[in-house]
T-cell receptor, first 114, second 115 residues
Framework: GNSVTQMEGPVTLSEEAFLTINCTYT??????LFWYVQYPGEGLQLLLK?????DKGSNKGFEATYRKETTSFHLEKGSVQVSDSAVYFC?????????????FGSGTQLTVLP | DGGITQSPKYLFRKEGQNVTLSCEQN?????MYWYRQDPGQGLRLIYY???????QKGDIAEGYSVSREKKESFPLTVTSAQKNPTAFYLC??????????????FGAGSRLTVL
């Protein structure tokens, strides 16, 4: 079956530190990969996505590269801000599947201290 | 602005009571979904619907029911048969087919607590 494994949190960083949140996956077929972010008390928002191997998704200073050889989609940001404090979810969807086949990781809580 | 509205934001229920969570979208999306979120866990799919008057069970449908009488609305009923209903419930929608089907738009969620 399909699954997503994220690094366990919580992660606490100082402002302007470098961020990496690891995400690896197992999937049948050729998945599209996503990072969603959930700010306190809110629903999830799409942060970035990549639909094929070697694609790089980017948004708001965050980046993630679809690495087929290591089945990974690690999220990175060069300099985090307090406003980046949130829960980050990695997810995949098999391209040939319906939208119901979106599989989420367990989420990683990030806290950025001033 | 287009989006998804969930209500109520907080809800308390006594054991043995059914409760219905509302989800309305004005994005003209065909597909709608209900997820359950528990602390330290990813989202788990309860039900989804890709067209009016049709819906399918997700991974954890037991103890829940839904209806899809209108394209804009997808209410979720948490029945007394759901053994552990205390959770955060998220509604989402998407287009069906094409690259848009990859992207879910989420509501702000409803937190249900059983007393």
């Amino acid at each position: 079956g399909n699954s997503v494994t994220q690094m366990e949190g919580p992660v606490t960083l100082s402002e302007e530190a470098f961020l990496t949140i690891n995400c690896t996956y197992t999937a049948t077929g050729y998945p599209s990969l996503f990072w969603y972010v959930q700010y306190p008390g809110e629903g999830l928002q799409l942060l970035l996505k990549a639909t094929k191997a070697d694609d790089k998704g980017s948004n708001k200073g965050f980046e993630a590269t679809y690495r087929k050889e290591t089945t990974s989609f690690h999220l990175e940001k060069g300099s985090v801000q307090v406003s980046d404090s949130a829960v980050y979810f990695c997810a995949l969807r098999i391209s040939s599947g319906s939208a119901r086949q979106l599989t989420f990781g367990s989420g990683t809580q990030l806290t950025v201290l001033p | 602005d287009g989006g998804i509205t969930q209500s109520p934001k907080y809800l308390f229920r006594k054991e043995g009571q059914n409760v219905t969570l509302s989800c309305e979208q004005n994005l003209n999306h065909d597909a709608m979904y209900w997820y359950r979120q528990d602390p330290g866990q990813g989202l788990r799919l309860i039900y989804y619907s890709q067209i009016v008057n049709d819906f399918q069970k997700g991974d954890i449908a037991e103890g829940y029911s839904v209806s899809r009488e209108k394209k804009e609305s997808f209410p979720l009923t948490v029945t007394s048969a759901q053994k552990n209903p205390t959770a955060f419930y998220l509604c989402a929608s998407s287009m069906v087919g094409g690259s848009g089907a990859n992207v879910l738009t989420f509501g702000a969620g409803s937190r249900l607590t059983v007393l």
